[in-house]
C-alpha cells in the first residue's frame, strides 16, 4: 500500500527534503520558527523546514558562541586558538570547521548550505567574520611558521602582522614587504588571530 505524500517541505540549512511523516526520528521535519531577533535570512537556502538533525544545532547556542568541529555527526566545542592544529589536520570526513570571533552572528549556517568535506586535502571552513573560506592544510602550515617568526622579529606586536608594520620597522625589510603581500587575505588574518 502505498502512501500520498501531499505535502514536501525542505530544510533550510541543508536542503533536505522530506514529508515531515518519516519513519524514524532523524527524517522527520519540523517549521522553521527562528526568535524575533534571529537577523540571519540571508544565510538560509529556500525552504520552510529544519531536518531532525539541522534543528538539534540551531537550537544549541554553542554553535554561535563557540568554534567547533563536527566530524560523522559528533561535534566537538573549542576556544578559537585550539582550531587552529584542526585547519592543519582535519578531522575524518565528513565534517565541518567553524571558528569564532565576538560569537554574535551566526556565521556557520553557510557551512550546511555548503555541505560537508569529504576531502581532508582541501575543504572549506567558516570564519565568523570573513565567511566561508577554502583551506589547503600546507598553506596553512606556512602562514602559521611565518606568522610567528614575524611576530618575534617584529617585537610580539600583532597588530603588524594585521595591519602591517610602519616604516622603522623596515630594517626587517624580507619580512615587512611579505605581511604587505599577505595583508589582505582572509586566511592570513585569520592564522594571525589564531596564533
Ligand atoms: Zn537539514
Redesign the pocket.
Known sequence: MSREVDEQHV?V??G?SGDGEGEGEDEEMSRFKPSDNFTSWNLLGAGDS??A??ERIFTNQNYRRKSWVRSNGLAEFHKPKEMLPLLINPPEPPFYLYITASGQKQTYLQL?RKGANMNQNAFWIADEDAGLLHVLPPRISELEAFAREAYEKLGQKKWKLIHGAPAHDWKQREICERIAQLRGDPLWQLVVRLV
Open positions: 530544510c540549512l541543508c533536505i529544519l531536518c538533525s539541522c550546511f
